[in-house]
């Protein structure tokens, strides 16, 4: 597409259409276009035409939860359009509405021919990435069936199959074969003198596996209706700060994205539950550290949220080890859920996918944050045997036992990183080098004795076992003691990013070091000398902290996680910087955060580019960014707890 694309978000399912509401079927570069429902698309064409010509866009499509254009007939200045169509798009749980209504602006009896050209590809999402990655798929059949209102496309590969059913009212005059695999749908509207005539085209995509009943909501309206009572519902209750209206309504616009960010997940014992899905629209699914610290930083505000993450995680915790260099040990809690086609046949790692360090501590963080927030102790007492194993791991094949810090390999296959940082290359030293063997990331270390500390809790106050509490007090105590000698960079003052398989220092100044603070790991003085460097200029953008200070030969202000600024990593510097009572500091990263939301309708995106406040008056957009993340999204609620509404 040469035009922007806008995303249209509901649960599990999401459209990504141009300024005119079609979807052209170009693959993009950067964007996913199309209809998605469980990775897969469901819609890759859905392009308008008026009497055999793209119409013009007059008002093109806005950001929001429905999706209005105004289009026209193309023509000049001394042709007044005939007719003027408005269309409204919108997307419910596994549907999409097209609500085209078209006047006449003449005074005699008008008749125009529109067409619709549709077409269900199918592809697994993973298809689309930029990352030249081709998939085999043998014995696929695909079918296009003309009906009675519309069309249905179906595609099978062995047990595989997904249907996608297109209807309309009025139905179609006639449904035409392309020559591509596409179909068209052509209708003749015969309007009255400056009469008007409306068209509703609705979508249904029952992907493999979903045998849910649902039904296409009657219109737009009605959708968004739904999703406007949803977000209502979502943000009602929350004390949001009187004095600070910008940090006001970035809380609510958090909530809101929240809200439409669910996606459907099973506990232990098979019951439904809704989660915070990553984000869109790469992530519409279940990410374990996402979920995670989307739950603790909505905590005080939303326990619902992470009283849902956790048995979701719990039903999905590894009970095996798959090979003897797999990712999937006993006790890990899972990194991410995906219900594609190539997940499904093994194409891709990622079905269930364990390549995480840090969701096993995160997941043992929120239980214990959860249990000391809402006292709901009946969960701790049912989760009791899943935290105990997500422990046992990280003593085990975490490597707390064995090498004294949580370790983690470069899975082939999967995630080369598997920390928060986990892009190629992302932990590496300041000149840019990338440690050798095993890694021990700094971050995940802050989790661990976290994670120790609050199940110690657990143990002592709900599963009344003083002597495991004693086990998990010593551990978290020896550890604290382990990462201060060997972390520490006294020429700097300043913890190492990682250690390597050798326990050398991976020497790169980043902002994981704020993670510490979060977690408590550092002593007084070491956290008082470590919150005020990240306030330092290299650190310090002005819209936040950035990943890696720069100056460094390593940083980059346009890389992932080599020197731009997120959100969520702002967040729990933020928290940390309060933890350790460096109010003023935490204070200046929240206004830095708040100030960059207020530039962008209040919602703060996953990341931000790392150029400085001081040469660039907005915020740069990191250009690859989920639109709509749940870290990002309840980041601000994070900016509330920290330092209130200051």
């Known amino acids: 597409m040469t035009d922007r694309h806008h995303l249209l978000v509901y649960g599990g399912t999401f459209a990504a259409v141009g300024d005119a509401g079609d979807i052209s079927g170009v693959r993009a570069a950067g964007s996913p276009e199309g209809l998605f429902v469980r990775d897969a698309r469901h819609l890759s064409?859905?392009?308008?035409?008026?009497?055999?010509?793209?119409p013009e866009t007059l008002s093109?499509?806005?950001?929001?939860?429905?999706?209005?254009?105004v289009l026209v007939p193309r023509g000049g200045r001394d042709e007044p359009p005939a007719y003027t169509l408005f269309r409204e798009q919108a997307v419910g749980d596994g549907s999409f509405i097209d609500a085209i209504r078209v006047t006449s602006n003449r005074p005699v009896p008008t008749t125009i021919h529109l067409a619709l050209t549709v077409d269900a590809d199918f592809t697994d999402q993973f298809e689309l990435r930029s990352d030249h990655r081709t998939y085999a798929k043998s014995g696929v059949k695909r079918r296009r069936q003309a009906l009675d209102h519309g069309v249905e496309f179906s595609y099978q590969r062995g047990e595989w199959r997904s249907v996608t059913t297109v209807t309309a009212e009025p139905a179609p005059d006639a449904v035409e074969e392309t020559g591509t695999g596409a179909r068209r749908l052509v209708w003749a509207l015969d309007l009255d003198p400056h009469g008007t005539t409306e068209l509703t085209l609705r979508v249904m995509a029952r992907p493999h596996g979903d045998k849910r009943a649902l039904r296409v909501p009657r219109s737009p309206a009605a959708l968004s209706a739904q999703l406007l009572a949803q977000e209502g519902e979502f943000v009602e209750g929350v004390a949001f700060p009187t004095g600070w209206p910008e940090l006001a309504a970035a809380c609510a616009r958090g909530l809101a994205d929240l809200a439409a960010l669910q996606v459907p997940a099973t506990g232990p014992d098979g019951e439904e539950l809704r989660v915070p899905a990553a984000g869109a629209p790469w992530f519409l699914t279940l990410l374990g550290r996402d979920a995670?610290?989307?739950?603790?930083?909505?905590?005080?505000?939303?326990?619902?949220?992470?009283?849902?993450?956790?048995?979701?995680?719990?039903?999905?915790?590894?009970?095996?080890?798959?090979?003897?260099?797999?990712?999937?040990?006993p006790g890990k809690i899972v990194h991410e859920v995906r219900h594609g086609e190539l997940a499904h046949f093994g194409q891709v790692?990622?079905?269930?996918?364990y390549g995480s360090v840090d969701a096993t501590p995160l997941f043992l963080i929120l239980l214990g944050a959860y249990v000391e927030q809402t006292g709901d102790t009946p969960l701790?007492?049912?989760?009791?045997?899943?935290?105990?194993?997500?422990?046992?791991?990280?003593?085990?094949?975490?490597?707390l036992t064995t090498r004294g810090y949580l370790v983690y390999r470069a899975d082939q296959g999967g995630l080369a990183n598997q920390n928060w940082k986990d892009s190629p290359g992302a932990i590496c030293s300041s000149d840019g080098t990338r440690p050798a063997g095993p890694v021990m990331a700094a971050g995940a270390q802050g989790y661990a004795y976290d994670a120790l500390r609050r199940t110690a809790w657990l143990a002592r106050t709900v599963w009344r076992d003083g002597t495991y509490a004693a086990l998990l007090e010593q551990a978290a105590g020896d550890l604290r003691d382990r990462f201060q000698r060997d972390f520490w960079m006294p020429e700097h003052s300043f913890p190492a990013l990682a250690l390597d398989g050798e326990g050398r220092q991976v020497d790169a100044l980043a902002s994981d070091a704020g993670h510490l603070l979060w977690s408590g790991l550092l002593d007084k003085e070491y956290g008082e000398l470590v919150g005020r460097r990240l306030l330092e200029p290299d650190f310090f953008s002005g819209w936040g902290v950035r990943t890696l200070a720069s100056g460094q030969p390593a940083y980059h202000p346009l890389s992932y996680h080599r020197g731009s600024v997120w959100p969520?990593?702002?967040?729990?510097?933020?928290?940390?910087?309060?933890?350790?009572?460096?109010?003023?500091?935490?204070?200046?990263?929240a206004h830095a955060l708040v100030d960059a939301a207020t530039t962008t309708g209040h919602r703060l995106p996953e990341v931000l580019a790392g150029y400085g406040r001081d040469t660039h008056a907005e915020p740069v957009p990191y250009p690859h960014a989920c639109e709509r993340e749940s870290r990002s999204a309840a980041a601000p609620l994070a900016l509330l707890t920290a330092v209130g509404g200051a």
Request: a neutral charge.
């Open 292 to 329: 995670l610290l989307t739950s603790l930083f909505t905590l005080p505000y939303r326990p619902r949220l992470a009283a849902a993450t956790l048995p979701a995680l719990a039903a999905t915790q590894a009970t095996a080890r798959t090979g003897p260099d797999g990712v999937c040990q």
């Open 380 to 399: 701790a007492q049912r989760l009791e045997s899943y935290a105990r194993a997500a422990i046992g791991w990280m003593l085990d094949h975490g490597g």
């Open 568 to 589: 969520h990593d702002n967040a729990l510097i933020s928290l940390g910087l309060a933890r350790y009572g460096l109010h003023d500091e935490a204070r200046t990263v």
């Open 60 to 69: 093109p499509v806005a950001d929001g939860d429905t999706a209005r254009c």
């Open 349 to 353: 790692p990622y079905g269930r996918y």
């Open 45 to 54: 064409r859905w392009q308008l035409t008026v009497d055999g010509a793209v």
